[in-house]
């Protein structure tokens, strides 16, 4: 069976997991939804969001929910400035550190990595051999400067990461379904790949572009195998139940984690 998204709860919050990272064991790999926090509409509830409007102790009490749940410490790591840099955590950054970045690469055991996301691509990934992780923030800038392909890449010139043995996963974020652009934005994106016109779709006067299949493609083409992506499939933007979403919500938006940490587990609730 190809890797899969899992809907999991935990300690009152809901958040997705996927498959082969808990079947791999050794490994936390979790992007929380908007559902089990203490946030007021439009925030409701789980909002991780620090600077989105959001009531700070409001937030505070969400993140220490999550950290209760899933046994991590939630601080964000990067500031996220939607490019292509990466962030090596050779040691446990303090508090105040906050360097720039898109992604960020560890192989520090139980060194929580996190970035907060309301429609970019969160990608995951895992090497179960050297026991390191990357997480990234694949915007649709980013996602054009090759991010994904990158953090492969810096995995192996780091840590010795074989990408045929690396796990990993696209989680959610906003879909070929939702994500409209205009034709400056599309054509960049034809005129970038040799495959850029697959990730073009028209529908009447509307264009949108695939970033799911865009990263999943530079992952491919990195050298990771098919088999060892998993696509969680929701998007972001469609999914209110579950998401926050600036494309739908604007500033009111709130934000979600992506979180990863080496050798942590979690009792699950279902």
Known sequence: MNPHSILRKSGGITYISFSHFEESGGVLAAFTTRLGGFSAAPY????????????????????????????????????????????????????????????????LPGYTLSMTFADCVPVFLYDPDWKAIALVHAGWRGTLAGISALAVERMNCEYGSTPGRILAAIGPSIGPCCFMVDEEVASRFSE??????????????????????????QLVESGIHDENIAVSGFCTSCRKDLFFSYRRDGRTSGRMAAIMSINKKVDKDA
């Not at 400035?81 to 192989?107: F, K, S």
Request: charged share 30%; with cysteine; glycine share 6%.
């Open 44 to 107: 409701d509830t789980l909002n991780v969001g620090l600077f989105c409007g959001d009531k700070p102790y409001h937030v505070q009490e969400n993140r220490r929910k999550i950290e209760s749940s899933l046994s991590v410490s939630l601080r964000d790591r990067v500031l996220i400035v939607h490019g292509n840099q990466i962030v090596v955590a050779e040691r446990e950054l303090r508090n105040d550190e906050l360097p720039e970045g898109d992604a960020i690469l560890t192989c």
């Open 192 to 217: 970038k790949f040799p495959y850029g016109q697959d990730l073009i779709h028209r529908m009447a006067n509307l264009t949108s572009v695939d970033l799911w299949e865009a990263n999943r493609r």
